[in-house]
């Protein structure tokens, strides 16, 4: 441990060394008169430097100070440019969502200093959220919990097969349900600020946007601005839903945004959308016994497996889920308010030039979602976009075309949009900066599940994909139907669960590289499936 050196202390010298010399810089004496010269043209004294370079007298510098509380700021306040290789931070991360707070935490362990900047624009209906991102707050973690109290609805009727006598009617209650998830949730979001204080990274509850090369302005709800420098950046904003642009959609329609803390049941429900959080969300509303719609542009699950999307459907109408095929909103109006309310919803045929007309109490909007780059001041430091998507290009160490900015999770171009593999991204990329470690992060045949009623795990190429990349001459598909063993006693959905593999059998290697309904990452033998 070294010893802090004092006014009051002297300088000693060690024993046999040669006498300490105080030694004029190369033309000292001119540059001690240019000095004198400068401070005798302030108003106040002491006159403040910074690494040799004076930034001004003392009461503008202590004004500025005080005011922002940031030696880059208390510079320019006294007009002067920041010094360049002088950071606030070592790295800056824009998003506490799963790979942003990842890649804060992974660069703390390696002793770097480290700014979490995370801000959350509330929804048209007013619906905000803590630090986590979307995953921990409106994503995976209510969804899969919605989706378990639906499949509890499910197992309470099964189990009167198994002995099981119920002696009171079973209600569900929404207040309840959503209480006991937000609480949840909650606790997740104390855990991740205490996480980051922990590991001495310092987070902000503040919307972060680049003003310069290595600065960025941090505004926080109360729209007090403060300018931070960092050596390094990562983008991690993630995204929110698309609206549909036309009359009513904001004011009177909500987003998975919105759903998953809202402060009513939503009773008879239209979901206009074929995404998987489209599916998801109706099929656990279904399950909880409302009368659920949803009204579908095209296809279902656009990007998957089509065999499977379609099963996938069919088993949600079997199962009291009501389609509508190619229509889509064109205007929906208030009928009457209330919690909920009923609202009207004018559709048009997406193949012809019928209209229908259809009420509800809540229109859940799930067409898809967009990411937060286009107002963050990426044109500022000349970061490039995909104009037409808003996704961030990057190379196979996600770093942008701007050298000392880097991207990870939902924002980046042709990558996947999961969680999982936003955390390893974030850690990976962390590693490579600060401990010389080589590893990339791996986007191919990454194992992904769709929580709908019947649930799918996939990994891999969809059948349509694989026959595009090699050729229909090329792949074998193995298919089984089959029937769980807990699904037998109360004698319900036989022969509904369905398994694939997708083999490549060029070269006769017959190699496994796709499966579906269930998860496997390695590429294996067709032997060893007994194929």
Not at 220 to 243: D, M, S, V, W
Not at 279 to 304: K, N, P, Q, Y
Not at 412 to 427: D, F, H, N
Not at 496 to 515: E, P
Request: with cysteine; charged share 25%; net charge neutral.
């Amino acid at each position: 441990m070294g010893s802090t050196l004092r006014k009051s202390q002297a300088v000693r010298q060690a024993p046999g060394s040669a006498p300490l010399e105080r030694r004029r810089p190369a033309g000292g004496a001119p540059k001690l008169r240019e000095g004198q010269r400068e401070a005798a043209a302030e108003t106040s004294q002491p006159v403040v430097s910074v690494r040799e370079k004076q930034i001004g007298d003392h009461e503008r510098t202590l004004k500025a100070h005080k005011e922002e509380d940031n030696p880059q700021k208390t510079m320019e306040a006294n007009g002067l440019t920041p010094v360049p290789d002088s950071y606030d931070y070592d790295l800056i991360v824009i998003g506490g969502g799963s790979g942003g707070l990842a890649a804060a935490k992974e660069a703390a362990k390696y002793e770097k200093k480290v700014m979490v900047l995370d801000f959350v624009t509330p929804t048209p209906q007013g619906s905000s959220w803590g630090l986590g991102g979307t995953c921990v707050n409106v994503g995976c973690i209510p969804k899969k919990l919605m989706h378990q109290a639906a499949l509890l609805g499910q197992a309470l009727q099964d189990s009167r097969k198994f002995g099981w006598q119920l002696t009171e009617e079973v209600k569900h209650s929404w207040m309840t349900m959503t209480e006991s998830v937000q609480n949840y949730i909650g606790s997740l979001n104390w855990g991740y600020r205490v996480a980051l204080r922990d590991t001495k990274v310092t987070y902000e509850n503040a919307y972060g946007e680049f003003v310069g090369p290595h600065t960025i302005k941090a505004t926080n709800k109360k729209g007090i601005e403060k300018l931070y420098t960092a050596e390094r950046f990562i983008i991690a904003t993630g995204e929110r839903p698309r609206y549909l642009g036309i009359p009513g959609d904001k004011e009177y329609c909500i987003s998975s945004d919105d759903l998953f803390s809202l402060p009513y049941c939503p009773g008879k429900t239209l979901v206009v959308g074929a995404s998987y959080v489209a599916l998801e969300c109706a099929g656990f509303l279904a399950g909880l016994g409302l009368d659920v719609t949803v009204m579908v542009r095209s296809i279902l699950l656009r990007g998957f497996d089509q065999d499977m999307a379609n099963k996938i459907g069919e088993y949600m109408k079997e199962h009291g889920v009501n389609f509508i095929r190619e229509f889509v909103p064109i205007k929906v109006e208030q009928v009457e308010e209330g919690t909920p309310g009923i609202l009207k919803v004018t559709a048009k045929s997406t193949t012809g030039d019928q209209m229908i007309e259809g009420e509800y109490n809540t229109v859940l909007l799930a067409i898809g979602r967009d990411p937060c780059t286009r107002k963050i001041g990426l044109d500022k430091v000349g970061v490039n976009i995909n104009e037409k998507t808003g996704k961030i290009p990057v190379n196979d160490e996600e770093q942008t075309n701007v050298p000392h900015i880097y991207a990870v999770g939902d924002i980046l171009q042709g990558k996947l949009e999961l969680t999982p593999v936003a955390i390893q991204a974030g850690r990976l990329l962390v590693r490579r900066l600060y401990a010389g470690e080589t590893t990339k992060c791996d986007y191919v045949n990454v194992p992904t599940t769709v929580f709908t009623p019947l649930e799918y795990g996939a990994c891999g190429y969809s059948e349509e994909t694989a026959v595009e990349k090699f050729g229909e001459q090329n792949i074998e598909v193995y298919h089984s139907h089959f029937w769980p063993l807990e699904w037998t006693v109360p004698s319900r959905d036989n022969n509904k669960c369905y398994a694939k593999i997708i083999c490549n059998i060029q070269d006769n290697t017959w190699t496994f590289f796709s499966g579906r309904f269930f998860s496997l990452k390695l590429g294996s033998l067709r032997s060893h499936h007994n194929l």
